[in-house]
């Protein structure tokens, strides 16, 4: 079973559109994340939610607005798409308590045309 | 502000050691975390020190020093699946909230 899971792991798109990523974690933990590595492997925090609360919004543009029907899904949904929104996004989930252990999905890469 | 400084590649040989620094400025340190990501897959986690000291798992080891802001990440035996990216990510306050550094690309040679 993977513990998280995102879908799509590929998303070609032209700019302008809109699109959405989703995942689960069946991990059972209270905590859930989106972060964006670019082409230079730099990962970066977008959003933190905990128990569907949002507790993280690092600066993102109002274009990226996250989604948490439950604990164990976080989904992301992107408005009119720019090419510089072309990166992998990862999920990642954790417990509550500090332990500096994220688990992360497999990435799903978006190519913004 | 906050940075995480580490060296951008390192290279090794199979059987060596190698250390990995990972140099920190940040407000409200709480712990430092080491990943190691290979190429097209997740950032997977290795080790994570709140303390000062040294952290031993298996053929890796991680080290903390608060005082000087600073740590590493020693892998020792070198194996050729060893060759990935490694990122230091310092986590603030009472969190798992991470801020990764730029990661260390490490190709380990026969």
């Known amino acids: 079973d993977t513990a998280v899971s995102q879908t799509p792991k590929y998303l070609v798109t032209q700019m302008g559109n809109d699109k959405s990523i989703k995942c689960e974690q069946n991990?059972?933990?209270?905590?859930m994340y989106w972060y964006k590595q670019d082409s230079k492997k730099f990962l970066k925090i977008m959003f933190s939610y905990n128990n569907k609360e949002l507790i993280i919004n690092e600066t993102v543009p109002n274009r990226f607005s996250p989604k948490s029907p439950d604990k164990a899904h976080l989904n992301l949904h992107i408005n009119s798409l720019e090419l510089g929104d072309s990166a992998v996004y990862f999920c990642?989930?954790?417990?509550?308590?500090?332990?500096?252990?994220?688990?992360f999905g497999e990435g799903s890469r978006l190519t913004v045309l | 502000g906050q940075s995480l400084e580490q060296p951008s590649e390192v290279t090794a040989v199979e059987g060596a050691i190698v250390q990995i620094n990972c140099t920190y400025q940040t407000s409200g340190f709480y712990g430092l975390s080491w990943y190691q990501q290979h190429d097209g897959g997740a950032p997977t986690f290795l080790s994570y020190n709140a303390l000062d000291g040294l952290e031993e798992t298996g053929r890796f080891s991680s080290f903390l020093s608060r005082s000087d802001s600073y740590g590493y990440l020693l892998l020792q035996e070198l194996q050729m699946k060893d060759s990935a990216s490694y990122f230091c990510a310092v986590s603030r306050g009472a969190t798992n909230k991470l801020i990764f550094g730029t990661g260390t690309l490490l190709a380990v040679q026969p």
């Open positions: 990642a989930s954790s417990q509550t308590s500090v332990s500096g252990e994220l688990f």
């Open positions: 991990l059972g933990h209270d905590t």
